[in-house]
């Protein structure tokens, strides 16, 4: 039985995941949609509900096109490469108390460190397609995700910190009664901040600005190829949002103790609010330039960071507050 | 061995946000331009050929297809000239109609431009909330001249129909509804940190330059010159119309807005004035001769349309058609100053700052 | 940051507002009654005075005449009757120049098609197109003549 | 097309339906006029102005034909000496009226708020003039554009090529002697 779960329980949470992609998809142009005085798609399926499954079915019957003076190799790689890690990081979500598929005492840092090989793949398909926009495109996103890295990481070493472990599960259980979100606000803003970024979204889409770099490192992808690197943006907001979940939200926990709701119920909660955060961001926001995003992170968020790893470690200390830390 | 290397880096002429077709020849080391070339041409459909075998009033909807964000100052434009040339006389109902109309134009004009602009910096939602609100502009004008882009509406010696029942109540209820709007841009938009971030200072040229470059409309403005031709040079009936004219300062991105979105302000005042002192009736067509024939000579007037000086330089030899047309398209003199105003910047800010001309492909291209 | 605030306050704020979209394709939109569309061409009324042949600005009208079949009037009658809305440009100087307001504009404006071809519209087609007749045409409307003094030279 | 008189319109008729010109009212502006062509001849010499007059339907437009090779020191006095410094180059034109070619600059001063006309005459088989791009860069595009739709060459220009059409192309469209390739498309 327990092998039969080990092997079924990613397939079905992939099935998840995808499920979650398809309609992530869509609730994103729903939402993008009443938020500029439009309606979205609404002519597949009752209200546009199969519309992203058509768009799939588009994208996998499209012919798959290399260009000629592609590295195929890498132009091949490059999908999977991007693909692979963004599902890989899922592993160590605690979904609710039950539901978590790899409880390793080192959770966010693998985490961190796999969601970072899909640079890689990226930087790689920027290259192999052998076209300028892609080339500068991906240059852009390897320049970018490994700058927010740092403040993305050490934002969280606040959480850490406080509670003394790098597990997430420890870390859920941590904020049974206060949510990271309250003392550590300003590790959230920089995390929220630096997350977006990680995500390639507006205001930092600069890999794929569409108006400067037409598409960015996928410019030459097309058909199946380019889905997975689409497929490999939603899952990480999937995986980006659960993880804000669980380290600043309280991850399953009730709030004001209404526990009429089961955990799982709370988290789905939570997961949304944050991923219509990142959509509501995406229909404001303006895209921030190149050289200010370098600057952005070096310049404000790596020192806010530091800051606020400092400012834990003091008011760890401090007697009347340090049961929130 | 370790070397850099330039990139050729083709911009367009399809490409997202060149506006059309125009395309760049862009020069990039890493992501900074040394050189820009624009190439123009792929739009030309040469109007000033065509109108050489075209009566006047044939060259009207051509000039609809120049300019096809303001198609009303472009029609203004060409019957402006020809009317001069003529000596003819305006019926006063259909000067205010007109200036109405070139008003609202300019509104919905720069509406699109601040939609546009938005886009190229990679905001999405201010594109449709300036689409949705020019949207009504040019549902006003589908039911006053029976088209929303190409109007084909003004006519030497006055303009096509009359203003239909309750259109100017319309128009009146637009301008308030307008007004509002502009404050939801403001906020939404003009404090931006982003947008600020990404605007000042950026694309920034004096005064000289600007013209020795000819640069007209906001382009010029922005630099800090008082130029307006509506106040410089009045044509139809602007002098009766209390409106200012927004200036900058050092002509960088973020003034060129503000300008653009204080001329919107400015262009409703002018409206909303036309509208208090719409005649209640009157006649809107004078009395032209059947047939066209306009003396021989030669003139050159110039207008304010929103993109610059749109000017119209006719010469006649006495027949139903000019001998030569030419128009002074004000984007095709707004865009030659973009090589300079790109050398040494970051790929970024390309966008920015073609954007920041406000062009026109087809008037550009003629 | 402030202002980064008021602008998603104000997306937040129209995401609730009605929207502005047309459902088109399924809902036929309704166009003023000024609107350009498609001629409507009544072969009765027309004179042959070959008046919008003269005005196209881009000669997509075609037309021939013939002779009075009732030899007792005078002038012509229309034959052929041939707009080309590959180039038509729906201008609306045609209907402003007809003296007898037999081309005329209509509110209807869908003209796509597979083929090139099926754009060249005939006197039949035009006169089917009978649906949404603009009510007022010609700019200066001239009473018909008697048939007499119809055709100008 | 066949013009009975082919003279170039030198001077504009009154807009009026009578054939026989009426005599025009003096304008307000001709004192302007003889101070502008007086300076110019006494800098220039006699033959600098080959003529000036004022257009008067054109807002009494001061108009001066400059002779062709006083054309840049002329518009280099205009921009930078002269009392109204035309310094912005409102419009670039070419025409040709079959007996030759004309040059039209429309120039106007932003601070005096004045304009004028400045033209050159050139012939069809040697149609050249130098360059005023130096002198005003916006002219740069405007001479390309003479170029190609007129067929002027211009001397000294930074680089004089095609601009709207494609640089394969015969001819200039805007000579009244331009065949077309294919009349009818």
Redesign the interface.
Known sequence: MDTLLLYLGPVILLLIVLGFVTYAILAERKVIGWIQGRIGPNQVGPWGLLQTVADILKLLIKEDTIPKNADRTLFKLSPILAFVPSFAVLAVMPFSAQIQFANIGVGLLYYMAVSSITTIGILVGGWASNNKYALLGGMRSAAQMISYEIPLVLSVVGVVLTVGSLNLNEIVAAQQKTWFIFPQIIGFIVFIIASVSELNRTPFDLPEAESELVAGYHVEYSGFRFAFFMLAEYVYIFAMSSLTTVLFLGGWNAPFGWTFLPGILWFIIKFSLVVFFLYWVRATMPRIRVDQLMQFAWKVLLPVALANIVLTALLKEVPFLAHYY | MIRTEEMLLNVGPQHPSTHGVLRLLVKVDGERIVEAEPV??YL?R?T??LAEDLSYTQIIPYTDRMDYLSAMTNNYAIVHATE????LEIPERAEFLRVIVMELNRVASHLVWMGTYLLDIGAMSPFLYAFRDREQILDLFNELCGARLTYNYMRVGGVKWDAPAGWIKKVEQFTTYMQKQIKEYHDLVTGNEIFIGRTKGIGSYDQQTA????LSGANLRVTG?N?DLRK??PYSIYERFAFEVPVGEDGDLYQKYLCRMKEIDESLKIVAQAVGEFPSEGKIMGKVPRVLRV????????IESPRG?L?C?I????KDKP??L?F?RPS??N??ILPILLKDENLSNLVAILGGIDIVLGEV?? | MIGLIKGLNVTLKNMVKPKVTYNYPKEPLQMPDRFRGIQYFDPDKCIVCNQCVRVCPTDCISLTGKKNPDPEQKGKVIDTYDINFEICILCDLCTEVCPTEAVVMTNNFELSTYSRDDLFKNKEWLFKNDKNIRSENTLNPIPVKKPAGGASS | MS?EEKKP?VR?????KKPEPKPLPPSPKQPVMDALATTLKEKFGESAVMEGYI?Q???H?CTLIISRENWLPVLQFLRDEHSTPF?????A?A???ETHLEV?F?LHS?EK?E?I?VKVRLDHENAELPSSTAL???A??NER?MFD?MGITFTGHPDLK?????DDWVGH??RKDYVAFDKEV
């Open positions: 123009i041409g030309h040469g000033e050929k001069k040339l003529m000596g013209i020795r470059y000819a010159l130029w410089d040079a003396p021989e000579g030669e003139v050159y007037v110039g000086e000017g330089h010469v006649s030899k006495g001998w030569r030419k002074r095709f003199y865009l030659q291209d003629g | 013009e319109p504009p008729k009154p807009a009026a257009n339907p054109n807002d437009l310094d912005y180059l409102q419009n034109s025409i040709d009226y039209v429309h932003l708020k304009m006309a005003f860069p916006a740069n595009w554009e739709l095609r601009i709207l059409l494609p469209p805007l």
